[in-house]
């Protein structure tokens, strides 16, 4: 990579935020720090919208052989599934003593909701790698594309920042702090809103398949509508006090639910990491994760909302 060093080496993740203007400026970037992870036999994963992984390709030359990737808009669809993406390529290569990653989550044709799910994920790595192997993760962010906002909010996820040739710490950074706090916007005036509790499955699950009926969704959309609020709401159930309130409504070509209860989330990571055979807690919001277009969780004091879209 072409930037002078101005900081120390990796302690266990090295998180770094990659501003970059167009394509030669990303190529200038990325290009050098995956074939200096090639000559040091460390393992790389690329993930990215699948024309920059054409860039890669044809800028590496044979040296694109060494390097797996993985498109963007399939992988990490939903910004929650990214984290057990790195951590399945960790896995697979048990064997090495470091790994290098390029992420780039947040791209221009995200919606504003997805573009502060991609910050919310940024901030989770902190987290989610904090021991083990080294692994060094690059995460570009196109300041030509992108919303100012989007780019100054790469500051306070990330704790190395390259830009202009130069790597410097962000000023900026936050350790992850209030991750899941904050309000979402409220639904809408005309959004259908059901009280449930114990024994309320049936109805959660009719209430459920009409507002994705209505959308008119491809059945599998109606199967995976129906099925996260079966899941959302036995959670709210078990661990949130007992009971709580879905709501749902339409927004463009989704459907929305909301599952609101009086719990509080206590790990921030629920959701992101697949549950071992033997664990049930987190099983049901990962397997939300995993059918759902998107998943905003916010929790605090006053209770959680998690709030779905899917098509």
Same mark, same amino acid.
């Given at each position: 990579?072409?930037?002078? =060093? ?46 920059? /992984?054409?860039? *890669? ?15 963007? #808009? ?8 990214? /984290?057990?993406?790195? #951590?399945?390529?960790? @896995?697979?290569? @048990? ?9 780039? !989550? ?13 910050? =919310?994920?940024?901030?989770? *790595? ?13 995460? !570009? ?5 992108? !919303? ?45 809103? *059901? ?40 959670? @709210? ?22 599952? #609101? ?12 990491? #697949? ?31 998690? =709030?779905?879209?899917?098509?």
């Amino acid at each position: 990579m072409n930037v002078t =060093r101005t900081v120390g080496p990796t302690a266990v993740l090295r998180h770094e935020a990659l501003f970059y203007g167009g394509k030669t400026s990303f190529l200038e970037s990325a290009v050098p720090f995956i074939r200096e992870g090639i000559r040091a036999d460390e393992p790389v994963l690329a993930v990215l919208e699948r024309h920059k /992984i054409e860039w *890669l390709t044809d800028a590496l030359g044979d040296d694109a052989l060494d390097v797996f990737f993985e498109d963007m #808009r399939e992988v990490g669809a939903n910004p929650a599934r990214l /984290i057990a993406a790195w #951590r399945r390529f960790g @896995s697979a290569h @048990s064997e090495s003593r470091a790994l290098r990653g390029i992420g780039e !989550p947040a791209t221009p044709e995200r919606s504003p909701e997805a573009l502060d799910e991609c910050r =919310r994920h940024e901030a989770l *790595l902190n987290i989610a790698f904090n021991g083990g192997r080294d692994f060094w993760l690059l995460c !570009p962010y196109d300041t030509q594309a992108l !919303p100012e906002s989007v780019v100054e909010d790469a500051r306070t996820t990330h704790p190395l920042i390259a830009e202009g040739g130069t790597e410097h710490p962000s000023h900026s950074y936050e350790h992850a702090a209030g991750v899941l706090a904050g309000k979402l916007p409220p639904p809408p005036a005309d959004a259908a809103e *059901l009280a449930f509790s114990s024994g309320s499955g049936r109805e959660v699950r009719a209430f459920a398949e009409q507002a994705a009926r209505s959308q008119g969704l491809r059945p599998e959309g109606v199967e995976n509508v129906v099925f996260a609020a079966g899941e959302l709401t036995a959670n @709210s159930v078990r661990h949130g006090g007992g009971g709580g309130t879905i709501t749902a409504w339409s927004d463009a070509d989704s459907v929305v639910l909301e599952v #609101r209860d009086a719990g509080v989330v206590d790990n921030p990571l629920v959701g992101r990491l #697949r549950p071992h055979v033997d664990e049930s807690r987190g099983r049901g919001l990962w397997l939300v994760n995993q059918l759902c277009d998107l998943v905003q969780i916010r929790s605090g004091p006053h209770g959680t909302a998690v =709030r779905v879209h899917a098509s």
